[in-house]
């Protein structure tokens, strides 16, 4: 039985079907989730044929070294930045043999946030392979720590399957 909310589940199932009827591999970047993204994916029986990859890069140098983000771009713009959130996705695929890949990087909380950038605040990035990479910034802000990171996780999901319907 699952762990998971009955919401992840059933999106995470309609993806994993898509994608393996499609035969798009998949990889996921993820931060603030920290790994719940690959989680609801592999709950799904048959996901092993969809899944390629997932890395979990809660720290910069994580996401320097798995993913190849410039440090530079972290430090000019902040782990939590749109910018990052890019180069994650476009990193995820680099080091993957995906066609698509998410990356999610944000501020759960409770701390950690700031005029600029609140708690709640989580960018998203969709990169496919040999086009630009699309980018969406949300706001969980009525949302504790747990709700953020679940929330996070569905609209990654939303993004892969929106990409792998299109």
């Known amino acids: 039985m699952s762990t998971l909310p009955s919401i992840l589940t059933d999106t995470a199932r309609e993806l994993v079907e898509l994608s393996a009827e499609r035969h798009i591999p998949l990889a996921c970047a993820e931060s603030c989730t920290g790994g719940l993204v690959a989680a609801a994916i592999t709950e799904i029986a048959g996901s092993s044929a969809v899944l390629e990859r997932g890395y979990v890069t809660y720290s910069n140098a994580a996401k320097a070294e798995s993913l190849g ?3 530079a771009l972290i430090a000019q713009h902040g782990a939590v930045s749109e910018e990052v959130a890019r180069a994650m996705a476009e990193g995820a695929l680099f080091n993957s043999h995906a066609e698509i890949a998410v990356s999610v990087t944000g501020i759960a909380g409770p701390g950690g946030g700031s005029d600029q950038k609140p708690v709640g605040l989580v960018w998203f990035a969709l990169a496919r392979r040999g086009g630009p990479a699309h980018t969406e910034r949300h706001v969980f802000s009525h949302l504790d720590r747990h709700g953020v990171r679940e929330a ?5 999901l939303r993004l892969l399957a929106e990409a792998v319907r299109a």
């Open 69 to 71: 983000v410039p440090v």
């Open 152 to 156: 996070a996780t569905l609209e990654a």
